[in-house]
């Protein structure tokens, strides 16, 4: 089975860009859609976007402005940029998977990352 | 954007006990593409069912999903010790969306 691990700083300044990495590990990035997915902290779930290896994405409307999704199939790692945070942006952070023939259904997660916006 | 209303907030049972929890859309959900996860304090959800009622993979028996439209339920038949957890639907016919949870705690 798939398995992912986010990487990257978990203090942000507000009006800065949060950038985000997801290592695959354990299956072909080209057989599976790439999602992120967020949390606040004691809140409910909010998906953000997805990519397709080939490059392809779709975003939350609601965030679709700040953020972008890219993907290195070459390291089997995908990545998500946020400009512009706030606190509101403050969260857990998740990549999971997603099955080819359901894009935007979150399958298997990472454990998350804790990402706090803060002077 | 498709609202997903869960309820009870909070539901109180006993090992043994049977839970209902429901999830109900604002407008129907497309493909009936509706989805439960289960999360533990200090982990990521858990993918319990998807299309309002197949199981994914590990997911015990015990646990089963019903409903089509914008009315939809996740039943745990006996609980067990670790059953006990938030519980979210989402659905994944139109852009993402999930509720607000149900959390689901020891009586």
Do not use: H, M
């Not at chain 1, 023939?101 to 706090?116: A, D, I, K």
Request: aromatic share 12%.
């Amino acid at each position: 089975q798939v398995q992912l691990q986010e990487s990257g700083p978990g203090l942000v300044k507000p009006s800065e860009t949060l950038s985000l990495t997801c290592t695959v590990s354990g299956g072909s990035i080209s057989n599976y859609y790439w999602s992120w997915i967020r949390q606040p902290p004691g809140k409910g779930l909010e998906w953000i976007g997805y990519i397709y290896y080939s490059g392809s994405t779709n975003y939350n409307p609601s965030l679709k402005s700040r953020v972008t999704i890219s993907v290195d199939t070459s390291k089997n790692q995908f990545s998500l940029r946020l400009n512009s945070v706030t606190a509101a942006d403050t969260a857990v952070y998740y990549c999971a998977s997603a099955p080819l023939y359901s894009s935007w259904l979150p399958e298997v997660w990472g454990q998350g990352t804790l990402v706090t916006v803060s002077s | 954007d498709i609202v997903l209303t869960q309820s009870p907030g909070t539901l109180s049972l006993s090992p043994g006990e049977r839970a209902t929890l429901s999830c109900r859309a604002s407008q129907s959900v497309r493909n009936s593409y509706l989805a439960w996860y289960q999360q533990k304090p200090g982990q990521a959800p858990r993918l319990l069912i998807f299309g309002a009622s197949s199981r994914a993979t590990d997911i015990p028996d015990r646990f089963s999903g019903s409903g089509s439209g914008t009315d939809f339920t996740l039943t745990i038949s006996r609980l067990e010790p670790e059953d006990f957890a938030v519980y979210y639907c989402q659905q994944y016919g139109s852009s993402p969306t999930f509720g607000q949870g149900t959390k689901l705690e020891i009586k």
